[in-house]
């Protein structure tokens, strides 16, 4: 088993680290942590609770995971935080354990979280999942797979962003944002499809049209929402990527945002 330890590092003894394993100098890793094959870990990293860090993870100077959540109910419960394997946390970045202790805060893997980017508690992010310089996310947000936040960006609690949209930077998002889309500004305002990541990701010509069909239904035909979704299922090919999106809006607790 190859580990590469600096001397200043302090390791609790019944932390569990993987074959292959970097930990730099000063940085702190507690006893119910679990650094998995591979991950690499630099300076003045904190990483605390009962964290399980994926196997190829980087963790970069100052970074901070599996802390107390920030919310004052929390009772000091053995929660946990889980991340993916080949996900890269940049410097200062944090994210906080759950307060709910069935349920991890997660992140997934191949994701990216910029420098001074923040997870709060009981947020759960898919794979390959951007997070641009200081977007934060408030608690119990869901992010699905292939979404992008762009930098100084807050994210309200409870908001659930779908897959593959983007947000652009200086945003603040309070509502859901549906999948497939991108928008920004404050108030958050959705401007259209994520058509540059659509086409990246290897969606067809034939879905991309379709999608464009549904957009212009559910954001510029002046229907509410219920009208909107009718209209969809009447009129739009059923395809895997309209029915997800129709189920998206249908089970919107905070409303889209449009």
Known sequence: MTQIIHQTAIIDPKAQIGNDVEIGPFSIIGPKVILH??????????IDGRSSIGKGCRIFHS???????????????????????????REFA??????NIDQPTRVGSHCLLMTYSHVAHDCQLGDQVIMANSA?????????????????????????IGCYSFIGGLSRVSQD?????????????????NSVGLRRNNFSPETRATLKKLYKIFYNSNLNTKQALEKIMAEIEMIDEVKHF????????????K
């Open 37 to 46: 094959d591979g991950v690499k870990i630099s300076s003045n990293v904190v």
């Open 63 to 89: 970074a901070v995971i599996g802390t107390e959540p920030q919310d004052l109910k929390y009772a000091g419960e053995d929660t946990a935080v889980e991340i993916g394997e080949y996900t890269l946390i």
């Open 94 to 99: 944090t994210v906080n354990r759950s307060t």
């Open 136 to 160: 934060n996310l408030a608690g119990h947000v869901i992010i699905e797979n292939n979404a992008t936040i762009g930098g100084i960006t807050p994210v309200h609690q409870f908001v659930h």
């Open 177 to 193: 944002v549906a999948p497939y889309t991108r928008g920004a500004s404050i108030p958050y305002k959705t401007v259209g499809l």
């Open 246 to 257: 129709v189920e998206f809006v249908g089970n919107s607790e905070r409303g889209i945002a």
